[in-house]
Structures are given as structure tokens and as C-alpha cells.
């Protein structure tokens, strides 16, 4: 069973910068991605990146700002937020699709959930 746990979120000022993290274990995956979830909102798909081919896939609102990045010897992704703002206040969850699925930014599309880490912007 794959597990996923995130790390790294906290407080910031609006134009500062965060770097959270997601270590995975316990199976073979192929895809992992950044979701996050405002009080009230959806859940919606920040970034992924694939394994096999470094591949990496944006929500157009977080391209430029958001850089999703991976090491694939430790198992873990990363997601660079900079220039944030409040509205990226959120809990950001870390997700992964099984070995031979190829997700876009649909959370229906992905198997494994970490628990999510707050990230709160400040003005």
C-alpha cells in the first residue's frame, strides 16, 4: 500500500516562498501530484510530474509561480511556491496514480492521498 506524507508547509507573508514535500513508500507509482483545498472550495490540481519521463503538467493559474520537481532516489516530490499570495492559502494535499496511470489534474484520476499540510499566506 503506497503511503504518502507530506511536509514543509507553514505561515508566510504575501510574496514570500514555500517549498512543501511528499515522500512516497510502500509500492510502485509512476505519477505523483499537487492538489490543494480552500475552506468552502473544491479541491484543485496545482502540478504533477511522472516518473518514467520527468513530464511535468501545470494548473494554468500556478504556471510560473509553482515549480514541481522530483528525486527520484529519495521518492519525493517537491512543489517551490514563490510570489505567493493569499489566496493561495490552502491545504495542500500530495496525491500518486498507480504504476501504469498517466493523471492530469483530476483528483478523481488519483489512487493514493496524503493527509494534507496547511499553507497559509499572509498580507
Known amino acids: 500500500q503506497v503511503q504518502l506524507v507530506e511536509s514543509g508547509g507553514g505561515s508566510v507573508q504575501a510574496g514570500g516562498s514555500l517549498r512543501v514535500s511528499c515522500a512516497a513508500s510502500?509500492?510502485?507509482?509512476?505519477?505523483m501530484a499537487w492538489f490543494r483545498q480552500a475552506p468552502g472550495k473544491e479541491r484543485e490540481g496545482v502540478a504533477r510530474?511522472?516518473?518514467?519521463?520527468?513530464?511535468?503538467l501545470y494548473a494554468a493559474s500556478m504556471k510560473g509561480r509553482f515549480t514541481i520537481s522530483q528525486d527520484n532516489a529519495q521518492n519525493t516530490v517537491y512543489l517551490q511556491m514563490n510570489s505567493l499570495k493569499p489566496e493561495d492559502t490552502a491545504m495542500y494535499f500530495c496525491?500518486?496514480?498507480?504504476?501504469?496511470?498517466?493523471?492530469?489534474?483530476?483528483?478523481?484520476?488519483?489512487?493514493?492521498w496524503g493527509q494534507g499540510i496547511q499553507v497559509t499566506v499572509s498580507t
Open positions: 496525491a500518486a496514480a498507480g504504476f501504469e496511470q498517466f493523471p492530469g489534474l483530476y483528483p478523481r484520476e488519483y489512487t493514493y
Open positions: 510530474i511522472c516518473k518514467r519521463n520527468g513530464v511535468t
Open positions: 510502500g509500492g510502485s507509482i509512476n505519477c
